[in-house]
């Protein structure tokens, strides 16, 4: 299972155990069955710390990794390589004593938490947003013995997902019922569990001093602003939903020069520990609200969030970056995570053997519909325009296989369903008007992207696409505030292009904070 070199880097982490731990396999005779309990013998001759014990869990294959003599344990109804091979990892470390590396505070809140809670993740080994949750959800259980989680692989149990009509991964329930569905944090958990705490960390962050940079989004362009800001020893803050922006979407990177693939959860953690570095004050699961820009007598300026504090800095610099943008025709929302989806990498393999469509014939709509072609029975591409706007090689790619097809004028009007899950779309020729329908399992909608900057309305200057105008320094309309990334009116999307803008944004920034401290120094020394 484990080829010599992930063999020998394995067991290096296994150096770190500081408690044994016992790997309680519930196993059938199934192929899959054979391979976790290959799996599970690989890992356990690594450390002499792991043994291995015989469990009877109704749901076969899976096993638990179960601190011995104690309640700590997390569980797996998968085989966890792929992408949730990092997880595995992480739960044999965590499970074995080494620290679940999160914030004191946050750790506090978990083992504080009162009740008992029983969680499973639907997750699929090809979803890079699935391992976030799956390792949130592990830590927390961690922490707190009364707080059980399994991860399940839906292609595994596709009998459970097809009962449960899960359309979209990860999918997470608690204590039986449908609890959330897509990418959470250990914050975001917490957020639904314990509804005093977003007013409790509004109050903490009431508390916070005024920073010389407020850099609003945790994206490339965020990030690489922190750095520069940072670098220049002045008092730099991030707020953000989350780290790593659209980044963590992203399925494989390989035009980023010097790096010639990676993927971008990893390019994301890697981002996060280069920013943690330098001393940022980084502040995650708050959500913007307003900018208040500083008067023209230099008061501070304010960003308000929606958990009810206001954050105040010298500077602001925005990367709130961009969202999938939707169709807004009937359904879609009803629908979302019900067989509408924005990601083919996370939910394509939950469409194994069935009917989709792709709305969107650009570079990453005909990507799209190339990937599912080797997974479901068949993919049409409808696009509005009277042509596809991909790439010629893609065009082609997707002209040789033969379970696709492509409408062009194809304009959709509505997503079908029964009330539980979509069953089909209908869309209209823009050149005849003729109304088709389509009976369908799911629909991938990749038609770009939308800027985050509702919320900016009246504070700046935005375009008529609600992107943020800015100068070539990164300036924005207001004094003070600058802008990078894919909110702006940088016309090229790409993450090596944020960066660069960050960059520019931080620089602009510490030019502009010299500038305008000069006279007050000026005038004390006097």
Request: aromatic letters at 6%; one cysteine or more.
């Amino acid at each position: 299972m484990l080829d010599a070199a992930l063999k020998t880097q394995l067991a290096a982490y296994l150096e770190k155990l500081q408690q044994p731990i016992e790997l309680v396999a519930s196993l059938d005779d199934s192929e899959a069955a054979r391979e976790l309990d290959e799996l599970l013998g690989e890992i356990a001759a690594l450390s002499p710390k792991i043994t291995r014990a015989r469990g009877d869990d109704s749901r076969k294959p899976s096993f638990l990794i179960r601190r011995a003599g104690s309640d700590v344990q997390v569980g797996f109804a998968a085989i966890p390589l792929g992408h949730e091979f990092t997880s595995l990892v992480l739960a044999l470390l965590q499970v074995g004593g080494h620290p679940v590396k999160i914030d004191d505070a946050l750790a506090e809140q978990v083992r504080n938490l009162p009740g008992d809670y029983a969680f499973e993740t639907y997750m699929s080994l090809h979803c890079q947003s699935c391992p976030d949750t799956v390792q949130a959800l592990n830590a927390m259980s961690v922490l707190n013995p009364r707080i059980r989680h399994v991860a399940i692989d839906g292609a595994l149990f596709q009998a459970e997902v097809e009962a449960k009509q899960i359309l979209s991964v990860p999918t997470i329930y608690m204590n039986g019922e449908e609890f959330d569905a897509g990418r959470m944090s250990i914050e975001q958990v917490l957020a639904k569990l314990d509804t005093g705490a977003a007013a409790r960390a509004a109050e903490a962050l009431k508390e916070r001093e005024p920073y010389e940079v407020l850099i609003v989004g945790g994206g490339p362009a965020g990030a690489a602003a922190a750095i520069y800001a940072a670098r220049k020893g002045i008092r730099t803050g991030l707020v953000a939903e989350r780290f790593g922006g659209q980044v963590l979407d992203t399925m494989s990177i390989e035009n980023f020069p010097s790096v010639e693939y990676t993927e971008g959860p990893k390019l994301a953690a890697s981002l996060e520990a280069h920013v943690r570095s330098y001393g940022v004050d980084i502040i995650t699961a708050q959500r913007a609200k307003a900018l208040h820009p500083a008067g023209a007598t230099g008061d501070m300026a304010g960003v308000e969030l929606e958990s009810g504090a206001t954050l105040r800095a010298r500077t602001v610099i925005l990367a709130p970056g961009a969202r999938w943008r939707q169709t807004g025709v009937p359904g879609e929302a009803d629908y979302r995570t019900k067989g509408v989806t924005y990601c083919p990498h996370c939910d394509g393999p939950l469409f194994k053997g069935k009917k989709v469509a792709v709305i969107g014939g650009g570079n990453s709509g005909i990507e799209a519909a190339i990937d599912l072609a080797g997974v479901v029975e068949h993919v049409t591409v409808l696009e509005f325009d009277g042509k596809l706007r991909a790439d010629d090689v893609l065009q082609r790619k997707l002209a040789s296989l033969p379970n696709t097809a492509v409408h062009l004028n194809a304009q959709t009007t509505e997503m079908i369903g029964d009330g539980g899950k979509l069953t089909g779309l209908r869309f209209s020729d823009r050149t005849n008007g003729q109304v088709s329908d389509l009976e369908l399992a799911g629909v991938f909608v990749q038609i770009g992207l939308l800027p985050n900057t509702e919320w900016l309305k009246g504070a700046v200057e935005l375009s008529p696409r609600g992107e943020i105008v800015i100068d070539d320094r990164g300036q924005t309309s207001a004094p003070g505030v600058f802008a990078a990334g894919d909110a702006t009116t940088e016309p090229f999307k790409q993450i090596v292009v944020a960066m660069g803008g960050g960059s520019t944004a931080a620089l602009s920034a510490f030019d502009f904070l010299i500038r305008h401290s000069a006279p007050a120094a000026e005038a004390k020394a006097a």
